[in-house]
């Protein structure tokens, strides 16, 4: 069961027919987010794997699960505001259990996690199930 | 008669369609499509025509023998190479650089002997000569590009000095599609005694090359960007520079005789080409190159240069796009960034949704990267196959990149 904030994105991917309007609001959706400070841009939170730069920055806030992020790239930065309302706030041991590849294919954007592809996807979420294993 | 209609049609892959468009295949710097003749080479030679070669007596191995050997005699004629035994067959422009690096520079130089480089070498042509440094001081002199991506060839020849012992330059940059003049830096070299890499891997697909015009002692050329296999390639070296070298990679075909103590070398070419080959790649390379010559290189140049032209005026009217690269003859190939936040990654995501493809990243082209002061940038690179439409597809899809990114 995915968190209500990626329910609502779900939502509004549901009005959205074509890969031009889904592409912009991916853009929107990481235009959205709070740039991650330049502190956290660091080695140890970069996802490798990826054809741009992508950091996460993970950290529990009342025992749950969360992660900030950026990307030099918009697209990728989008994506990463995807996956933070699909992970962010879920308890730590309900997180291994998501199946990111089902979830991301009800926005239409599995087609991301296919093992090749090289915007990071695919290494964002095994980052973030290495983290809570 | 050049008629790019009957060429498109020559190759299968470009009637495909991508995310439901038609493809626009702008990736050529990268790799080239292949077309049927190519194909059907490839399949006839496993279907009837396969052994392994120079080995057997048996009939098939005569045969694919033939067949392999005589593909030496087409590249020397595709360019311009009296003496089909100074091309050496490989598996394409990396190999035959680190040939010559491992063979000839290697055994050869010492610390603080120098070798020139242009700053807008591919990592094949860099890579190589900074193992050169690393393991035995070699020094690398670097001659920049000025702000249009022009290589001025007499600020390669003033890098010369009494230490120089190689120049290693590119023809055609594979970022900026600045055609370098290096037949003049030939001529130069050789006054001063100083042999000249010529890195053949875009040029002798877009132009007439000849080598005993240019007057270099190696060029190399990689096969699959020659429409031809991959893993198919060769190198021009010069027989004079063959006889001062060592075999670099050792095994069977290499050799005359091997005991337990004492090992001969077969003649060069077969010197240098160790174990069994691309045997059907080099075979396919071999079409490839007919193909090319049947159409006619003088021909590919001149559609090339229209096809250039025509992009180069769309481009410049684009006031979000900046273009790297502009010199007036160059090759039909665009690096370009987007102003604002797009990045080279978006930029390619979204053109691949329009079925158009392109390059993002460094181009394996680290120093000019960092010349030119950006980390990636995108680049779009042309084709004899290629059409003005193709263009108009490539604009239309920049206006949407910039629509969805600005």
Known sequence: MASAAFEEIVEDFEFLDDWEDRYRHVIDLGKAMEDLDAAFKVDVNKVHGCASQVWLQFYTEDDMF?????????????????????YNGLPLNEVAAVDAHAELARLGLNDHLSAQRSNGVRSMVEKIQTVVA | MFDVNKIRSDFPILSREVNGKPLVYLD?????????????????AYAHEYANVHRGLHYLSNLATEKYESVREVIARFLGVRDADEIVLNTGSTMGINTVAYGWAMPRLQAGDEIILSVMEHHANIVPWHFLRERQGVVLKWVDVDETGYLDPQAVIDAISDKTKLIAVTHMSNVLGTRVDVKSVCAAAQDRGVPVLVDGSQAAVHEPVNISDIGCDFYAVTGHKLYGPSGSGAIYIKANRQQEMQPFIGGGDMIREVRKDTVTYNDPPMKFEAGTPGIVQ????????????????????????????????????????????RTADKGAIFSFT???????????TILDKRGVAVRAGHHCAGPLMELMG????????????NTTDEVDTFIDALHLAHDLLG
């Open chain 2, 28 to 44: 050529n710097g990268a790799s080239a499509q292949k077309p049927q003749v190519v194909i059907d080479a490839v399949e006839r």
């Open chain 2, 374 to 385: 950006v980390s990636a940038t995108c680049r779009a690179s042309f084709a004899m196959y």
């Open chain 2, 338 to 348: 987007l102003d604002g936040a797009g990045h080279p990654h978006d930029i390619s």
């Open chain 1, 66 to 86: 969360r992660f900030d992020g950026d990307s030099d790239a918009m697209i990728v930065r989008g994506l990463v505001a995807v996956l933070r309302a699909l």
């Open chain 2, 282 to 325: 080099t075979i396919g390379l071999g079409v490839a190159l007919e193909y090319m010559m049947s159409i006619g290189m003088e021909n590919i140049a001149a559609h090339e240069a229209g096809v250039r032209d025509y992009a180069r005026s769309k481009l410049d009217q684009l006031n979000f796009l900046h273009q790297q690269g």
